[in-house]
């Protein structure tokens, strides 16, 4: 077991996502779908987490608290997946490398379990990314 792994981080829509968007980005379904990472079952035990933990994920551009889940997808050791949306935003580099995209897939993330610490919701992770919550 160890304090934390770095993974390799691909963000892209799910079908989970899409039935959470159609209650609402503000609903009970969209935040269950959206504020997860999926993770392969090695890197959870290596990582010392049962499923549905908090978890801290930090990229170069930010860090966010989400639910570690195990995959739902195809994914390797060492792969990890955030549905797109204010979770995944705040761990995506918004540098677009001239393409006027940023780069949504393959860039490293550590995390680490955070256990204690609350998981926002998707209006507080905007207010956050803009410096509008009160803590």
Partial sequence: MVEKITLNLITCRSIQQGVGMEAGKT???YFDA???IEMHEDDMKNLGILKNTNVRVTSATGSVVVKAVTTRQ???PGLAHIPMGPWANRI???YTYSTGEPCFKGFPVEVE???SEQILSAVDVVKDACGLLKK
């Fill in 34 to 36: 959206c504020s997860i």
């Fill in 113 to 115: 379990p955070a256990p």
């Fill in 74 to 76: 195809e994914l390797v």
């Fill in 92 to 94: 995506v580099s918004a």
């Fill in 27 to 29: 609903s009970k379904k």
